[in-house]
């Protein structure tokens, strides 16, 4: 028990800026442990969000909006993000695996990151704007996919780091695990928004299948590209099947 409580702290602090101190020593182990509740981080990034949103009763929604995803970067420190830029300057490189891999360590961000994030971001935005009550288990169903996605693929670059960690330790398990705990919320907030989930997992499937192509599995970027892609996916799909229920 003492170690599923130190790799949840763990998930929680290395996913997001909330302030927890521990003083216990990084362990492989601890955070494997934590995985799993990777999911629960999203749904309460999602609530938080949700709460916000709820402040467009009383001011502009389009404020709202803005710093709802104002505070989502800050707690989640912006690394989705960071991947999405890095994995649209690879991927859309036109170079082969190994030069694809050097382009996304890069530090620095090149056009196509830019309009990367800014299509990525902005459809999210978007979409959030039409989908209210979703955005409470979009950051959950965002990380229950990559989830599925690492059980059924491979660490394409160096193994080193959380990345590789967090891909090689994905299972089948930990897989429907967290897809049955993403239907049961969605259950409780509108069953129709189990197809949405689900075509999520669809069309994400596809994405991986054409990075695969690319690179022969996927990277700690490219988780981050898996978590922000989704999540646009996810909120376009419920706001068509809920047709714009707010």
Not at 146 to 157: E, H, K, M, P
Not at 184 to 197: D, G, M, S, T, Y
Request: charged fraction near 15%; aromatic fraction near 16%; glycine fraction near 8%.
């Amino acid at each position: 028990m003492k170690d599923i409580m130190k790799g949840i702290i763990l998930i929680i602090t290395f996913f997001t800026r909330i302030p927890i101190k521990y003083e216990f020593e990084f362990s492989e182990k601890y955070f494997k442990k934590g995985i799993i509740f990777f999911p629960i981080v999203g749904l309460f990034i999602g609530i938080m969000m949700f709460l916000i949103l709820r402040l467009s009763n009383y001011l502009d929604k389009s404020i709202v909006i803005f710093f709802t995803w104002i505070f989502y970067i800050w707690i989640t420190g912006g690394i989705h993000l960071d991947g999405v830029a890095d994995s649209f300057d690879g991927l859309f490189s036109n170079r082969k695996k190994e030069r694809i891999l050097e382009i996304m360590k890069d530090s620095r961000i090149g056009t196509f990151g830019v309009i990367g994030l800014l299509i990525v971001l902005g459809f999210e935005i978007l979409m959030s704007y039409y989908s209210t009550y979703s955005v409470i288990i979009m950051p959950m169903v965002s990380r229950s996919v990559l989830i599925f996605i690492s059980s059924i693929t491979t660490y394409a670059g160096k193994k080193d780091g959380l990345g590789n960690i967090f891909i090689d330790n994905c299972d089948l398990k930990k897989s429907i695990i967290s897809f049955l705990m993403v239907i049961l919320v969605a259950v409780f907030i509108n069953i129709k928004l189990i197809f949405a989930v689900i075509g999520t997992y669809i069309f994400s499937y596809m994405i991986l299948k054409y990075i695969e192509k690319r690179i022969n599995g996927i990277t700690g970027d490219i988780a981050g590209l898996i978590i922000e892609s989704s999540q646009g996916i996810y909120l376009f799909l419920s706001y068509i099947i809920l047709l714009g229920v707010n």
